[in-house]
């Protein structure tokens, strides 16, 4: 897998590897700190062991609502068959922050973002510590969202190829230090693909792929009518919305830019999963019944986990294979998987 390091202009350059997976930081100062606290987690590197309590986490999904990362836990808990001490119940370890909440189930993390990038960000710096301070190894980061289509039918699963601000660049923009630093917002391509072989035709929905356009507000800033401000016309919005269109992008969000540049830049493998809420090309108002938004939003909660399990599945059935001297899949690989997954893998197991 490759793995990137970012040059003090904040250019990244994919030419360096970072040493058996773990997460690095790109910021000299953590180390020289007595401790490092967490504060929007409720955690720290000296009041929690850290490696104790995180060191085997693969996988970290977030979404936007306590809510579905609570059912998210409480979903993947059942598919993998993790059965929790006996006595206990699951618990938001992130309580005491009063911020965000966080679920552990095994090797997986299920973790709230808010609305928006700033929530998103300050959470993802905090995570990404979390990771490096745990030392986990090459964790494998999903947003498990919901979104407004362009073109895309309400209930379909979107899978974004690349997050774009609203002039289209994968480019996600922060000022620091009051000079604005730019970096690119970009997903990992196989996992992607991964995920898209995991559709099934059964399934009673369609999941298309495409460009994902973040924003700053739910709003005006995606071309809504029905905010408390409008000062544009119906036509307007339209043209707006087809010139998306024709760019390729699919859904509208609020997260997805800095979700794919601070995991791209922090070297960990992501992509974005979300279903979407309404055509944005046929009104604005959400106007579908809460139970079916429900069961539309466990639909990107279906494809991560059946990732999760293939994953885990894989990783039970590796062999040594004497005669060649190398390890295998149990033949699964010759089965249709990805070779390059299977390869992460082995090397680990070797
Ligand atoms: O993950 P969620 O469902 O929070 O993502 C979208 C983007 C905004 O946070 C929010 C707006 O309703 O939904
Ligand atoms: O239209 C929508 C629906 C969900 N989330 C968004 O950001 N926009």
Known sequence: MSKYITSSNGQQDETDYFPEGFV????????????????????????????????????????????????????IMEEIGHKLPTGTTLQDISRYSYRYSMYKVGPVLSISHGMGI????????????????????????????????IGVEGGTVILS????????????????????????????????????SLHHKEDPY????????????????????????????????????QSLKKEGIVNIEMESLAFAALTHAAGIRSA?????????????????PKEVLDEWQMRPQQLVARYIKRYLQMKGRISFDKTCGAFTCGGLCSNGIESGM???ICQKAG
């Open 118 to 149: 700033p929530s998103v960000g300050i959470l993802l710096n905090e995570v990404v510590k979390l990771m490096h301070h745990a030392r986990v190894q090459d964790p494998i980061f999903f947003r498990i969202g919901t979104s407004g289509g």
């Open 206 to 241: 369609e999941t298309v792929t495409g460009k994902t356009m973040c924003t700053l507000d739910f709003y005006e800033g995606q071309g809504r009518l029905d905010g408390a401000f409008c000062h544009f016309t119906e036509a307007e919005k339209m043209d707006y919305l």
């Open 272 to 288: 974005i999963v979300c279903v979407s809420l309404l055509d944005r090309l046929k009104g604005d108002q959400i106007h579908t």
């Open 161 to 196: 190829e690349e997050a774009v601000n609203d002039e289209l660049e994968p480019c996600y923009e922060l000022s620091v230090l009051g000079k604005k630093v730019r970096r690119p917002a970009k997903l990992d391509k196989k996992l992607l693909r991964e995920l898209k």
């Open 24 to 75: 690095q930081l790109q910021n000299p100062n953590i180390e020289l700190m007595d401790q490092d606290i967490l504060y929007h987690l409720g955690l720290g590197s000296e009041s929690h062991d850290l490696i104790e309590m995180f060191g085997d986490v693969k996988f970290v999904c977030m979404g936007g609502t306590p809510k579905r990362v609570e059912q998210f836990a409480n979903y």
């Open 342 to 344: 299977c390869k992460e």
